[in-house]
């Protein structure tokens, strides 16, 4: 546990501290930022990322989140390969938020999202690394009084073959600290990495700690004085606070204060069970003069009547209405339509600030620190510089802690400043706060029109209707061109496959129903619905799903590599049922890495589905962590599962119909399937691996379904009650 006294010494503090203490390979941030203003590439400061202790060990500072996802594992790895570190050395701290330092190279800002922690980080930690590695080869060399070339350096040793000298890094690191940056330096040819791929040597560097129960996450702080606060929010997307009676709340006792916030009314106590018992005693009224008040059902007949005529068009070649119009041929039509889906992580949100008057200093599962300074520094009205988080390991996120207008924070801030100065707080969403008013994925329908002539695809049309989370935030200037989302269409506006006549475009649906991120964003229902059509189409010419697929490929040589390798993997002789058993195959790309899917799927005497076995194949370029690799796809996989299968929040007359894992169904242990993961080889720099696991599972799953005789499901969850 960390006291409130711990605040006093901030992670800068740490930083600092550590390289008097422990010895380091640390300078000024100050020095660092005023660098990082310069124009040019990100500079590359080894310091920012690499601390070296007197005994020997070596800390890698991670500039993204640990939410299960393994890049604290990812990133050390990478860092410790050039720097040629003894694995068992190796440890991983967060780093503090600070965007001169820490941005994610590909989004701009210190950012964890879009499966590209790796991705981005990928040759500045290796740059870092050999630099790192550079200064402590010459500080040996200087003291040993021998040329530099003359060393060499082995986990963690360097050593002098001439004489017979050797020694550990730490020996060396104070003298190193002193020595300016090399200016250049030269990375090893992956032929000679012992760290990066190795499937047996690299162990997650965070799994002890959270096995024992020794990790410290959000919900575990606790500090002198320190409130709990849980707040009570409209229960419908849209409304807005009327009036509030707190009588009754605050006669519970250990209730402290109850305030208004923007967002509702918070009830400060000591403790969490006194903080909801006070909750519930309030008496609220709530105005619905702007709130959704349609259901699930209205809104989607109003999605489903949108996607009958053509939206924004997100993507087009050829003529495919002209086509389509055209006689021969046989012409297919089908819709899927997707709920508005919850995070549901396993950690509820929740964070811990104070607020001492100047400075706010807060602790939680932060995924966009620069987002969440922001949010935070615009609350109490001062600068960015002003407030300090420190990330914390978080229980997972799917998206959910990622906000463009950095929701939680925003709302961590306004409780603070609504007590007296000095008091220190923790917010909590509980689980049932976060699936009945948290941010959703966007409730989607897609409409398609295909055409099938002479054992060919020759035409497709798709026309798809959303909410935007994009449009009206932080986000649109960069993420919007021409009212073209295109986390709206990704996976659909482009296709793996080569279609002559081909049109996506798209209607933006309006809510105050709150959306964002959620695990592989547009992906989650465009795979589903391009793989299902697609499998449709090729049912209809006659063709094998994987051999069709594979024949429409020609521009996408990694897609046809992850399609082969699964179909090898699995022994794909077609979908064909035997034993009650058929098969079904999908493949997507999302984040710039290519998955392949094969199910095997049986149907219960209940109707429902029954996922047997699942092979994957992925290529997301240089593999640097295979098993970390293995572990999100599996993971994905039961994640798609389960939603694809039971998960749904139902809105009636505008208030969502569920609120915890024991109506919004998750997949349980023994549902869980067996299976397999192939791992392409590849030369390519590494892309993303959070999230492209999800993806494919569903639509396999579908078109096992339809191999066995049953509907392909048009409208998921697939069972529903």
């Known amino acids: 546990m960390m006291g409130s006294h711990d605040l006093h010494l901030s992670r800068r503090d740490a930083l600092m501290g550590a390289g008097a203490l422990v010895i380091g390979l640390c300078l000024p941030l100050g020095g660092a930022k005023a660098q990082g203003a310069a124009k040019g590439p990100p500079p590359i400061h080894p310091n920012a990322f690499i601390r070296i202790g007197a005994d020997d060990s070596v800390t890698i500072i991670s500039k993204h989140i640990e939410f299960g996802q ?9 860092a410790a390969e050039e720097l040629d570190a003894d694995w068992s050395k190796v440890r991983v701290e967060s780093a503090p938020a600070n965007a001169a330092l820490y941005a994610n190279l590909q989004l701009g800002a210190q950012l964890t999202g879009g499966s590209s922690a790796i991705a981005n980080s990928y040759d500045q930690l290796r740059r870092a690394g050999a630099m790192a590695r550079a200064m402590l080869v010459q500080a040996a060399a200087a003291e040993w009084k021998v040329p530099a070339t003359e060393l060499t350096v082995e986990k963690g040793v ?32 992956p032929s000679a990495f012992t760290l990066i791929g190795n499937d047996n040597g690299v162990r997650r560097v965070d ?33 807005k606070l009327a009036s509030f009676d707190a009588t009754e709340a605050l006669k519970v006792r250990g209730v402290v204060a109850v305030k208004p916030i923007s967002n509702g009314v918070a009830v400060y106590a000591k403790g969490m069970w006194p903080a909801i018992k006070g909750r519930k005693a309030l008496a609220l009224s709530w105005d619905d003069s702007k709130a959704e008040m349609r259901g699930t059902e209205e809104m989607l007949a109003d999605y489903r009547e ?14 495919a209405d002209a086509v389509l ?17 919850a995070h549901a992580t396993m950690e509820p949100l929740d964070g811990f600030i104070l607020w001492d008057g100047t400075t706010a200093r807060a602790r939680f599962g ?14 109490f009205g001062i600068g960015m510089d002003k407030v300090e988080i420190e990330t914390l390991l978080a229980g997972g996120s799917f998206g959910r802690r990622a906000q463009t207008n950095a929701q939680f924070a925003v709302e961590l801030a306004e409780v603070a400043k609504a007590m007296p100065v000095g008091t220190p707080v923790k917010l909590v969403w509980t689980r049932e706060d976060d699936i009945h008013g948290g941010y959703y994925r966007p409730m989607f329908a897609h409409r398609f029109k295909g055409k099938v002539d002479k054992g060919r695809i020759t035409a497709w049309a798709h026309t798809g209707a959303g909410q935007s989370f994009m449009i009206g935030s932080a986000f649109e200037p960069f993420a919007v061109k021409n009212g073209v989302d295109a986390t709206m269409s990704e996976g659909a506006s482009k296709l793996l496959y080569a279609i002559p006549d081909f049109r996506c475009d798209m209607h933006v649906m309006k809510s105050p129903v709150t959306t964002s991120f959620w695990r592989s964003v547009g992906h989650t229902h465009t795979g589903y619905a391009v793989e299902c059509f697609v499998d ?31 179909a090898k993997l699995a022994g794909w002789k077609g979908p064909q049922p035997s034993g009650g058993r058929a098969r079904g195959v999908a493949v997507v790309e999302s984040f710039s890495s290519y998955v392949a899917q094969i199910a095997e799927v049986s149907v219960g005497d209940n109707g429902e589905p029954r996922v047997h076995k699942v092979w994957a194949a992925v290529d997301c370029g240089v593999a640097v962590n295979p098993d970390v690799i293995r572990a999100q796809i599996e993971g994905g996989i039961g994640y798609a599962l389960g939603h694809a299968l039971y998960a749904e929040v139902p809105l009636v007359e505008g208030i969502p119909a569920v609120s915890n894992f024991n109506d919004y169904r998750s997949l349980r242990i023994n549902e869980m399937p067996e299976i397999e993961v192939f791992i392409v080889k590849s030369a390519e720099a590494p892309t993303g691996i959070g999230e492209p696991g999800v993806p494919p599972l569903a639509p396999a799953v579908a078109n096992a379904m339809a191999a066995l005789g049953q509907k392909r499901p048009a409208r998921l969850p697939m069972v529903r009650a």
């Open 536 to 566: 449709q189409l090729l049912a209809a010419a006659g063709q094998d799903p994987v051999e069709g697929r594979l024949a429409m490929m020609g521009d996408n040589p990694r897609a046809a590599g992850v399609l082969r390798a699964v």
């Open 366 to 379: 932060s995924q966009g620190q620069t987002l969440d300074q922001a949010g935070i520094a615009k609350v």
């Open 207 to 239: 799994s002890s700690a959270k096995s024992t129960g020794r990790a410290t996450f959000s919900i575990d702080m606790s500090a002198p004085d320190m409130l709990t606060v849980v707040v009570a929010r409209s229960p419908r997307f849209g409304g």
């Open 158 to 189: 360097i050593s002098h073959g001439k004489s017979r000298r050797s020694s550990g890094f730490g020996r060396f690191a104070a003298a190193a600290a002193k020595l300016p940056m090399p200016k250049t330096v030269t990375l090893k040819d």
């Open 70 to 78: 393994g890049p604290y594992t990812g990133l050390a790895t990478i």
């Open 325 to 341: 119009a055209a006689a021969g041929g046989q012409v297919i039509e089908a819709e899927y339509l997707f709920p508005y889906l």
């Open 306 to 319: 949108k996607t009958k005529s053509p939206g924004l068009s997100h993507g087009a070649t050829g003529k």
